[in-house]
Structures are given as structure tokens and as C-alpha cells.
T-cell receptor
Framework: QKEVEQNSGPLSVPEGAIASLNCTYS??????FFWYRQYSGKSPELIMF????GDKEDGRFTAQLNKASQYVSLLIRDSQPSDSATYLC???????????FGSGTRLSIRP | EAGVTQSPTHLIKTRGQQATLRCSPI?????VYWYQQALGLGLQFLLW???????NRGNFPPRFSGRQFPNYSSELNVNALELEDSALYLC??????????????FGDGTRLSIL
């Protein structure tokens, strides 16, 4: 089992709809969870981070964390073509001094 | 506030040569992380430096090494370059250690191509 798993996609969503991206992790003691957006050929850009169970909203983005089920998700409301990118989930493991990245989900917003 | 800066942007080497990549963290950040991202693949953790010390390394051979300077900038050295070392090398910094909850912020990366 991979430490951090994401569906590679591509996930195709019509413009204006809600895009839902999911991530599962294996370390039950994980404390911090991050979502990054990466455009092709560019470096990852931090979108959101979440530490506590529940929802955290920032503009059109909502991160959802469920530690009991070991998943974290990212919702993008009113999807725009500029949201088309690869979204990386990252988890800080409790037992290792490093952050583990998932392989990313490619999101495509169709006009 | 200036972000994480990396140099050079591109680097072309041949097999067997040595490469040096440089990174300057965001002002006030003491932790620097290095990642390798091969084409179409995810981020692979390479090294973590904090306060001048190597704190952790990923599953990479010893020919991948680095250091952190007193001003918290960092170098990544790759010796005896192999074709599969061709990748985007990303540097990130954070204001705390990886045991804190502070997120990492990435530079634009150095694209290393091995001919």
C-alpha cells in the first residue's frame, strides 16, 4: 500500500461545477495535510493546509479531513479553466521527519 | 517577500559528470528540503536540512548529497551522473522543522538533463 494515494485521473469537470479530489493515507498518526497545485512544467504551489477534522474553507477551495477514515479531500467550487492542473496531496507523517507526497490527480476543466 | 530561489534554471550535463544545484530559502525560513520529480512522476523526497544539519534523507544513493550554509541557503550535489538523474529538482523551505505544522513553499526548480 502506498503511503499517500491519489487517483491519477484525469478528472474531467465542466466549467462552473464542483471538482472533488480525494487522497488517502496509511499513517493513522499523521498530523498535517497539505494540498498543492502544479501546472505543467511548473513547481507546486500551496493551496491549503488542514490539521483538524472537519472542513476548512478558503475562497472557492474547501479542504475536508477525516482522520478516522484516513482521507483528506479538496473541493473546488465554480471550477474555472485556470484550475486545470495536477493537484498534489501531502501528508506529514508522525513517525518520520519528512512529508510524503501523493503522485497527484490531473484535473481538467472543460468549457 | 521574495520566494524560494533556485539556480540554475536549466543544467545540461553528460553521464559521469557532477552537478551542483543551489537554493535560497524564504527569509526567516531555516528548513530546506530537496525533491526530485522525474517526468510524469510524483515528488520524491531527497534531503532535509535544518540549522545547518542534515536531518533526514530519502531512498537515494550516497552520490546525492548536499549541505546547508550558515545563511540557510543550500546546495545539492549529484556525483557520477546517470541518465535516470534527468529530472526537475525542487527546493522547498519552511519556517519550522518538519515536526511543526508549517507548510513548505517551493522554488521554481532546476531542470537537470543528462545526455
Amino acid at each position: 500500500q502506498k503511503e499517500v494515494e491519489q487517483n491519477s485521473g484525469p478528472l474531467s469537470v465542466p466549467e462552473g461545477a464542483i471538482a472533488s479530489l480525494n487522497c488517502t493515507y496509511s499513517d493513522r498518526g499523521s498530523q498535517s495535510f497539505f494540498w498543492y497545485r502544479q501546472y505543467s512544467g511548473k513547481s507546486p504551489e500551496l493551496i491549503m493546509f488542514i490539521y483538524s477534522n472537519g472542513d476548512k474553507e478558503d475562497g472557492r477551495f474547501t479542504a475536508q479531513l477525516n482522520k478516522a477514515s484516513q482521507y483528506v479531500s479538496l473541493l473546488i467550487r465554480d471550477s474555472q479553466p485556470s484550475d486545470s492542473a495536477t493537484y498534489l496531496c501531502a501528508v506529514r507523517y508522525s513517525s518520520a521527519s519528512k512529508i510524503i507526497f501523493g503522485s497527484g490527480t490531473r484535473l481538467s476543466i472543460r468549457p | 517577500e521574495a520566494g524560494v530561489t533556485q539556480s540554475p534554471t536549466h543544467l545540461i550535463k553528460t553521464r559521469g559528470q557532477q552537478a551542483t544545484l543551489r537554493c535560497s530559502p524564504i527569509s526567516g525560513h531555516t528548513s530546506v528540503y530537496w525533491y526530485q520529480q522525474a517526468l510524469g512522476l510524483g515528488l520524491q523526497f531527497l534531503l532535509w536540512y535544518d540549522e545547518g544539519e542534515e536531518r533526514n534523507r530519502g531512498n537515494f544513493p550516497p552520490r546525492f548529497s548536499g549541505r546547508q550554509f550558515p545563511n540557510y541557503s543550500s546546495e545539492l550535489n549529484v556525483n557520477a551522473l546517470e541518465l535516470e538523474d534527468s529530472a526537475l529538482y525542487l527546493c522547498a523551505s519552511s519556517s519550522g522543522t518538519v515536526f511543526s505544522n508549517q507548510p513548505q513553499h517551493f522554488g521554481d526548480g532546476t531542470r537537470l538533463s543528462i545526455l
